[in-house]
Every structure is written in C-alpha cells, then in structure tokens.
C-alpha cells in the first residue's frame, strides 16, 4: 500500500494567516456561488415549469390527427403552433407504448414528427407518472427534457415537455462567470492579503531578529553586549505586548550577564591573588620540611614520617597553586609565548616520562616522518601533553595499553576539499575548519592532529559533558582502586591551553575506546 502523501502545510506565521485569509475567502466564494447556482436553476425551472403549464395537452392531443392542430374557428389552424416554443416536445401513449410523437424546431410552424426515441427513451417516457406534475427525464435523442404527462379522455396519455437546454446553458454560463471573479478575486485577495499581513507582522518580524541575534550570542562567559532593543509599538495590541515584554527580558538578562561577570572577574582576581599570595607560603612550608628532614641528630620515626607527608603535601598544593594561578591568567586573557616547537620532539619526551612513571602500562607511538612544529608556548603544550598521558596513565587499569598518535592534515582536507584516504579523518578537519578560533594564516597551512588513545574503561557517559570544567574528577568512577589523585585541574588545563593556542580538545569515549585529540592550527612558524 503507497503511503498517503501529505500536503505541505505553511510552516510561518505569516504564512499561515494569508493561507487561512484565503481558505475562508474560497470557502465564502464557493457557499455563495452554490447558492447563486442553485437559486437560478430553482427560478429558471420553475419559469419554464409555468411555460410548460401553458402548453398544455393540445400539442400532443395534435399529434393524433398528424400534426394537424383542430380547428380554433379562427381561421387559422395552425396558429396555436406558431406561438408554441421552439424545442417544444408532445407524445402520445397508448398502453405504454408511444404511439405519436411530435417536436416544434426551429422556423417550423408544423411538428416534426419524425422524432427519434431509443427504446430507453420509450421506456422513460412510458415511466413518467399521469399526475399533471413536471418531471425531469433525459432523452438521448434530444436532451433533458421537463415533462408533464396527463390522463387523455381516450385512456391514453398526454406527455408535453420543454427542453432543459436554455437552463442548463445559462447556469453553466453562471458558473464560469462566477468561476473566473471568484478566482480573480482570490488571487487578488491573496497578494493583497499577504502584502497586508506582511505589513502588519513588521513589528514582530523586527523582535523575531533580534531574538535570532541573541541566540548567536556567545552567552556562557566574558563580556556580553546585547543588540539594540525590539522597537515598541501600540502595547494595547498582541505585538506591542510581546516586544514590550521581550524587550524587559533582554534588560534582566543583561543586568545578570553584568553581575555575572563581574562575579567572575572578581573571583579570577580572587583565584589569582589567592594563588599568587600562597605561593610563598607553601613554598617556605616545604623548605622548612625538607630543612627539618636534613637535621643531623636523631629525629622520632614519628616526626620523620610526619615531616615527609608535610613535603609532600606541600608539594602537591604548590602545583595546584600553580594550576589555578595559570588558569586565572589564560581567562584573563593574558598572551601566551609564540615560538616554533617541535611538537614531535615534545611527544617523545613526554611519552618517555609516562612510560617511567607508569611501567606497568604499554606506551606505544605513532609519529609521521617528518617532524610537526607548530608555533605555539614550549612549556605549556608540553604540560598538555603531560596531563593527557598522567590522566590515561592514573585512570586506566595497569596493562592498559596507552597509543600517542601525531599526524597533519592539509587545508584542503580540513576544508573538506581534498582527497585523503582517510574519510573520517577528513570529515574531522572539515569539522575543525569551520569551527577552530585559529587565525587565517594557521588556517591556511593545515592542522597538527594529537591523540592519546587508551583501551581502558572509559569515560563514564555522566561525567563526558563536564570532563573539562575545573575540579572534574573521575579516578574513582574509571580506575576503582585508584586512590588519591589531583584536584580535577589536569583536563581543564588542557582545555584552557589548546583554546589559547587557536586550537580545540574533544574526546570520544566508549567502553575499551577512549581518545582524546587535540586540534592545533600549524600556522606560520618561520618569524618565530
């Protein structure tokens, strides 16, 4: 069975109300050319029922004496005949059969007696009640005809009719007169009437597109400037009371965006003096310790144990000092060093630390031939590589096996243009392309591809949206007998670094499939 294919249904609202003006106009156009029909075929009828009532039974009385009229003792026997209609029909029956039949053409004052009926005809004629009524029977030999029969004093009967054609002409002229102007004025209603609601949907139209510039609004952090303002109108009309209101909420919206930011910027001040005043402090606390450990005189294994744990310690909070005065200085913006750096150089290096740290882990690489330097802060993209490799190497299960992989893909292939083997990796730099923040140089040379993949567990599916936000930490969901860890700093540090040098970080994480792969714009590296 073909499925039923559904008319295309006006998707705006100006639309909609020029279709539905249209609709209503068509369906009052239609109820009242029917009614128009119908009253003057009801009015044309009965004029000619009347005519038929003055016939009479005379012409098909006639009809017996072939054709000849009786004589009205006028001297004039065929005078009745002149003033009978043209087209007027008379037949005589006998029994059911026709037994005479008579028809008044055009310029004959005399019956045409030579009438053919069909046996169908007959048999309609013979159908036709004696009741003196008018009735309609179609005749294949001369049309629809309005008949009347009547009992004859013979015990035959009487049929005289008028022909329907004149009718039927002058409706069906109705109907194509009322056609065309009801059509013309439909298609003239509907340009006027879109033109009229276009008009007068203005207002919503102008609070329509600054909703649209709103929504393309980047929201979610920094400064935010909002568009000018809806134009108001009537506020006693629909659309002066949807701008007015939309218009109140962009000035809250904006009054948050305000005190949001300026919650933020004065918790980054906070977050960077804080970080900044404490690292003296944690400094001197681990110097101290590692002073008091160095003492040559005996010293209680106690205090020794405790004087290691205060290092320690001490040395963890100074790197999270460190992590958190770094973070406050990428949100505000601050510039990071521009130089060319050999990112494969920096992948060996940081492979090979992770591969001391972690030696119950399998380190594998995947290096293309030529070295890839991109420009870029030497000491910051090697803490982003250090912190992917620490997070597969903390949250995955010893023998999981941990894949680096460096590679480049030209600009056409990022584009979407070129034609590299590899179509998902094609599609990814198409993907890059059109949404790095990298500038037109970097997006011109092509874009320096780094994953780390690990068949680990995976990323828990709740914990995937927000892996990059700040004191984000899953060690215990990935690893269970993980124990300790960091603050939750690793990742978005990561994210904070490669967004600072032009470039993106996604991850795609399934259960014994997790990668995750930064996007870094080569860019120009030969002024350094």
């Given at each position: 069975m073909r499925p039923v294919r559904r008319l295309p249904r006006p998707r705006t609202l100006r639309a909609r109300l020029t279709f539905g003006l249209v609709v209503l106009l068509a369906v009052s156009c239609a109820a009242v050319g029917l009614a128009a029909v119908v009253e003057l075929n009801g009015f044309l009828t009965q004029r000619l029922d009347e005519q038929l009532a003055q016939v009479g039974t005379r012409f098909p009385?006639?009809?017996?004496?072939?054709?000849?009229?009786?004589?009205?003792?006028?001297?004039?026997?065929?005078?009745?005949?002149r003033r009978l209609a043209t087209g007027t029909f008379g037949a005589r029956l006998l029994d059911g059969r026709v037994t005479h039949k008579g028809l008044i053409r055009s310029g004959d004052p005399s019956a045409d007696l030579d009438v053919g009926l069909s046996a169908a005809d007959r048999a309609r004629?013979?159908?036709?009640?004696?009741?003196?009524?008018?009735?309609?029977?179609?005749?294949s030999a001369l049309g629809d005809y309005r008949v009347v029969a009547s009992a004859g004093r013979d015990r035959d009967v009487l049929i005289a009719g008028l022909p329907l054609e004149p009718v039927q002409a002058t409706v069906r002229r109705l109907e194509l007169v009322a056609g065309i102007v009801f059509g013309l004025a439909l298609v003239v209603t509907g340009v006027a009437g879109a033109l009229w609601v276009r008009?007068?949907?203005?207002?919503?139209?102008?609070?329509?597109?600054?909703?649209?510039?709103?929504?393309?609004?980047?929201?979610?952090?920094?400064?935010?400037?909002?568009?000018?303002?809806?134009?108001?109108t009537d506020p006693r009309g629909e659309v002066g009371r949807v701008?007015?209101?939309?218009?109140?909420?962009?000035?809250?919206?904006?009054d948050a965006l305000t005190k949001r930011h300026a919650s933020e910027e004065r918790l980054r001040s906070f977050a960077a003096d804080a970080s900044h005043e404490l690292r003296t402090p944690v400094?001197?606390?681990?110097?101290?310790?590692?002073?008091?450990?160095?003492?040559?005189?005996?010293?209680?294994?106690?205090?020794?144990?405790?004087?290691?744990?205060?290092?320690?310690?001490?040395?963890?909070?100074?790197?999270?000092?460190?992590?958190?005065l770094l973070l406050a200085r990428l949100d505000a913006g601050r510039p990071l060093e521009r130089e060319p750096v050999d990112l494969t150089r920096l992948v060996l290096d940081a492979v090979t630390d992770a591969r001391a740290a972690g030696p119950d882990h399998r380190w594998t690489l995947d290096?293309?031939?030529?070295?890839?330097?991109?420009?870029?802060?030497?000491?910051?993209?090697?803490?982003?590589?250090?912190?992917?490799?620490?997070?597969?190497?903390?949250?995955?299960?010893?023998?999981?096996?941990?894949?680096?992989?460096?590679?480049?893909e030209a600009a056409e292939a990022a584009g979407g243009a070129g034609g590299t083997a590899d179509g998902d990796r094609s599609a990814a730099a198409g993907e890059v392309a059109a949404t790095a923040t990298a500038t037109a140089t970097a997006?011109?040379?092509?874009?320096?591809?780094?994953?780390?993949?690990?068949?680990?567990?995976?990323?828990?599916?709740?914990?995937?949206?927000?892996?990059?936000?700040?004191f984000t930490r899953a060690e215990h969901r990935r690893r269970p007998d993980a124990s300790g860890g960091g603050a939750g700093l690793g990742l978005s540090i990561v994210a904070a670094v490669v967004e600072a040098h032009g470039g993106r970080v996604v991850l795609d994480s399934l259960p014994g499939a997790t990668t995750f792969t930064v996007l870094l714009p080569l860019g120009d590296v030969s002024s350094g």
């Amino acid at each position: 069975m073909r499925p039923v294919r559904r008319l295309p249904r006006p998707r705006t609202l100006r639309a909609r109300l020029t279709f539905g003006l249209v609709v209503l106009l068509a369906v009052s156009c239609a109820a009242v050319g029917l009614a128009a029909v119908v009253e003057l075929n009801g009015f044309l009828t009965q004029r000619l029922d009347e005519q038929l009532a003055q016939v009479g039974t005379r012409f098909p009385e006639s009809l017996e004496h072939k054709g000849a009229l009786p004589d009205d003792h006028d001297g004039d026997e065929h005078g009745d005949t002149r003033r009978l209609a043209t087209g007027t029909f008379g037949a005589r029956l006998l029994d059911g059969r026709v037994t005479h039949k008579g028809l008044i053409r055009s310029g004959d004052p005399s019956a045409d007696l030579d009438v053919g009926l069909s046996a169908a005809d007959r048999a309609r004629l013979a159908g036709v009640p004696a009741d003196g009524r008018p009735h309609t029977v179609g005749l294949s030999a001369l049309g629809d005809y309005r008949v009347v029969a009547s009992a004859g004093r013979d015990r035959d009967v009487l049929i005289a009719g008028l022909p329907l054609e004149p009718v039927q002409a002058t409706v069906r002229r109705l109907e194509l007169v009322a056609g065309i102007v009801f059509g013309l004025a439909l298609v003239v209603t509907g340009v006027a009437g879109a033109l009229w609601v276009r008009w007068s949907l203005r207002p919503l139209s102008r609070v329509a597109d600054t909703a649209t510039r709103v929504s393309e609004l980047p929201l979610a952090s920094g400064v935010v400037a909002l568009p000018a303002r809806a134009p108001e109108t009537d506020p006693r009309g629909e659309v002066g009371r949807v701008a007015g209101a939309f218009n109140r909420m962009l000035g809250h919206v904006e009054d948050a965006l305000t005190k949001r930011h300026a919650s933020e910027e004065r918790l980054r001040s906070f977050a960077a003096d804080a970080s900044h005043e404490l690292r003296t402090p944690v400094a001197s606390v681990r110097g101290h310790a590692e002073l008091a450990l160095l003492h040559p005189g005996p010293v209680p294994a106690e205090v020794t144990r405790a004087l290691e744990r205060i290092a320690a310690e001490s040395s963890r909070m100074g790197e999270m000092v460190d992590d958190l005065l770094l973070l406050a200085r990428l949100d505000a913006g601050r510039p990071l060093e521009r130089e060319p750096v050999d990112l494969t150089r920096l992948v060996l290096d940081a492979v090979t630390d992770a591969r001391a740290a972690g030696p119950d882990h399998r380190w594998t690489l995947d290096l293309p031939a030529e070295p890839v330097t991109v420009p870029g802060d030497t000491h910051r993209l090697h803490q982003v590589l250090a912190n992917l490799l620490a997070n597969a190497r903390l949250h995955t299960p010893a023998g999981t096996k941990v894949t680096v992989t460096l590679e480049t893909e030209a600009a056409e292939a990022a584009g979407g243009a070129g034609g590299t083997a590899d179509g998902d990796r094609s599609a990814a730099a198409g993907e890059v392309a059109a949404t790095a923040t990298a500038t037109a140089t970097a997006a011109a040379t092509g874009t320096a591809r780094l994953s780390v993949h690990d068949d680990g567990p995976g990323v828990p599916e709740d914990l995937r949206p927000g892996v990059f936000e700040r004191f984000t930490r899953a060690e215990h969901r990935r690893r269970p007998d993980a124990s300790g860890g960091g603050a939750g700093l690793g990742l978005s540090i990561v994210a904070a670094v490669v967004e600072a040098h032009g470039g993106r970080v996604v991850l795609d994480s399934l259960p014994g499939a997790t990668t995750f792969t930064v996007l870094l714009p080569l860019g120009d590296v030969s002024s350094g």
